[in-house]
């Protein structure tokens, strides 16, 4: 959010707070590189951080307060595929971040050092010459190589709530970590997933250092299906006491909603109401159409004559200037969103969130990094709206949903107009809104050595969403991908015929669903076999994935969004022919049998000389922890298993 009073440095100065050096100042690595001592299993890994040093600390430097942060890694390299991988470090620094020291080196499997020169040190610039990130370029590295890197920055501190992640996909044998800061402050630390608690130091007499060293952290694989960021062992801090003038709490959500509200809710000019008047009916002629259609009409009209570029430039904040130019950020967007609802008696809420498969919505530590996303909540529909170019009234980024959020409602008490902030939980859409549905009509050639298939594919809410609003922004050419790539979802290589499309605008999303018909030639569905046709009837479902895992699941299972899939094939049945094994095609996965949260069905039936294959798979939660994994694998490779049903067809 762009508060500009964000931080009161008077409640840093308030104590003695005398220039410091650098803990770290003089931090390096050992001339003469440690020998390591590596378990058997450890030698069979690709790559182990065999030692990591991480600290981060607040210190006063030139009458400013400035955050030091030093990472120091040595990792060994096992194999031909970690060296490959290794090649290049890349360095992320922040690009308000100032480099102290920075450097590399190898250490070969006889001891012999290669120490990186600086001219080693590779700069990747965008289109405005503006360094992105940088790397080290390393050469002649060989199996049972160390390579070690040391960086140590200056940086804009963060005290209203940040993270420190010190799991990765790789072991690590020792994690040295610390939080260091004036001994008149103090930091609110908190792990997360299983991150050992943080120790003072008892030697330290002029500041305050929170040490914790973690010995032998295995490393956690990424896995289908979960929200790995938000499982890895990190911690939050944040700034929380002063000592000397015995203050505190300064970052919490009830302190940061009277700040959000006078940014975004701020009185607009009467120029600007003049503007908001003049858009509002530009947008929504029909004041007397249903709420509903209002809103819809007016987030199509912003998405369509507003432009919104990323980051936050001069006037991109101001409504005023937004309604003129027709550019600002996603932040301004939401902004005039706000003041729009506002001018038009719509109640509603501002929800701030976080983004749950990386950093899920805390309410036991309540830090300001939780509230980075934002959302409006429109009360008399029940539905969430988003300035994300994508999404519409109802489907907002399905990452800020199914979590709880900071929910900010402006109210007038007496002649003051505030906000008043309230965590509650931001639900998502129900399994029926998000519905993928395939419907096919299989008519064989007549002598059975191929078939044409009428296809239709309707979708709706998240399942439609893109591409349904992009057509609104793309050429006819574009649009003709986008269609083929639609209806070719259930075979990539078939020749389509007769393609019809309705719905395919933005202004439908949400309302009406994505509708696409085709006739499919040359397709892949049959084979012969002597006398016999094979029909590849579980081909028509389109492409399904398998989730087989050898090793036991670690993670949760997080998905998405709950959404549905239905199927119907129509296959004529030529006469003088029959099919040998219907039954086949009849699942019944259901192993939630408590809440039903997950399955997949399908029956079929004979009328006359057709064969009708309905198939129902849905999906109705969102989130399972890792011991019930097995339900959400089992409802997954249930549609894998339909995916290679084969008919078979034979004379009478």
């Not at 009185?267 to 209002?294: G, H, N, V, Y």
């Amino acid at each position: 959010m762009k508060i500009t009073a964000f931080l009161s440095m008077l409640l840093l100065f308030a104590g003695n707070t005398l220039a410091q050096v650098g803990y770290y100042e003089n931090y390096d690595w050992e001339t003469v590189p440690k020998k390591y001592e590596l378990t058997a299993d450890e030698l069979k890994e690709d790559e182990v951080i065999v030692f990591e040093k991480r600290s981060i600390q607040l210190m006063e430097r030139n009458e400013n307060f400035v955050q030091m942060q030093l990472t120091h890694t040595i990792k060994l390299l096992n194999t031909d595929k970690a060296i490959e991988e290794n090649n290049k470090f890349y360095i992320s620094t922040g690009a308000e971040s100032d480099i102290i020291v920075q450097k590399a080196r190898v250490i070969k499997p006889d001891g012999k050092i290669i120490e990186l020169k600086q001219s080693d040190i590779k700069e990747s610039k965008d289109e405005n010459g503006d360094v992105e990130y940088r790397y080290f370029a390393f050469d002649g590295i060989e199996k049972g190589s160390y390579v070690e890197y040391l960086h140590y920055v200056i940086q804009v501190p963060n005290f209203t709530g940040a993270s420190l992640v010190v799991q990765s996909s790789i072991d690590k044998k020792v994690v040295d970590v610390d939080i260091l800061y004036p001994k008149h402050l103090e930091y609110l630390i908190y792990p997360m997933n299983g991150m050992k608690e943080f120790q003072k130091d008892s030697t330290q007499i002029l500041l305050t250092r929170m040490a914790c060293t973690i010995t032998d952290l295995p490393g956690l694989k990424d896995e289908d299906w979960s929200a790995y960021g938000a499982a890895v062992q990190k911690c939050y801090y944040k700034l929380n006491k002063n000592l000397d003038n015995n203050t505190g709490n300064f970052y919490t959500y009830t302190n940061v909603t009277k700040i959000i509200h006078a940014n975004m809710y701020e009185p607009p000019s009467k120029k600007a109401k003049k503007l908001m008047a003049s858009f509002i009916k530009e947008a929504c002629p029909d004041s007397k159409a249903s709420l509903e259609t209002r809103i819809r009409a007016l987030e199509n009209y912003m998405k369509s004559n507003i432009n919104v570029i990323g980051g936050g430039f001069e006037g991109s904040f101001d409504v005023e200037a937004i309604l003129t130019n027709k550019i600002t950020d996603e932040e301004g967007l939401t902004k005039l969103m706000l003041q729009l609802l506002r001018e038009m008696g719509v109640a509603h809420e501002l929800v701030m969130t976080s983004d749950r498969t990386e950093n899920p919505f805390m309410t036991e530590f309540e830090g300001y990094n939780f509230l980075t996303e934002s959302l409006v909540y429109i009360n008399d529909l029940d539905m969430y709206w988003s300035a994300g170019f994508v999404s519409r009234l109802g489907f907002p980024p399905f990452g800020y949903t199914n979590t709880k959020g900071l929910f900010i409602k402006e109210v007038t008490i007496n002649d003051l107009t505030t906000g008043i902030g309230k965590v509650k939980y931001i639900n998502g859409t129900k399994g029926d809104q998000s519905v993928d549905e395939i419907n096919t009509v299989v008519t064989f050639e007549s002598d059975m050595t191929d078939c044409s298939v009428e296809l239709e594919r309707i979708t709706t809410g998240y399942k439609a969403e893109f591409p349904q609003v992009i057509f609104d922004f793309v050429d006819e050419e574009r649009k003709k991908e986008f269609r083929d790539d639609y209806l070719q979802y259930v075979d990539e290589d078939a020749k389509l015929e007769n393609v019809t499309f309705e719905n395919d605008n933005g202004a439908s999303m949400g309302v009406k669903p994505l509708i696409g018909r085709a006739t499919m030639k040359g397709t892949s569905f049959i084979e012969k076999a002597g006398d016999k046709t094979l029909l590849k009837a579980g081909m028509l479902i389109g492409p399904q994935a398998e989730m087989y895992h050898k090793e036991e699941r670690k993670l949760p299972v997080e998905t998405s969004y709950t959404r549905q899939y239905k199927r119907k094939i129509v296959i004529n049945i030529p006469e003088g022919q029959t099919v040998k094994n219907p039954e086949e095609v009849v699942f019944n996965i259901k192993p939630d049998e408590k809440n039903n949260s997950a399955g997949f069905i399908s029956s079929y039936e004979i009328k006359g000389n057709q064969l009708i294959i309905t198939i129902h798979e849905y999906y109705n939660q969102v989130s399972y922890p890792a011991s019930e994994y097995y339900i959400y694998e089992k409802v997954m490779n249930a549609a894998a298993d339909f995916n290679k049903v084969v008919l078979v067809f034979d004379k009478i």
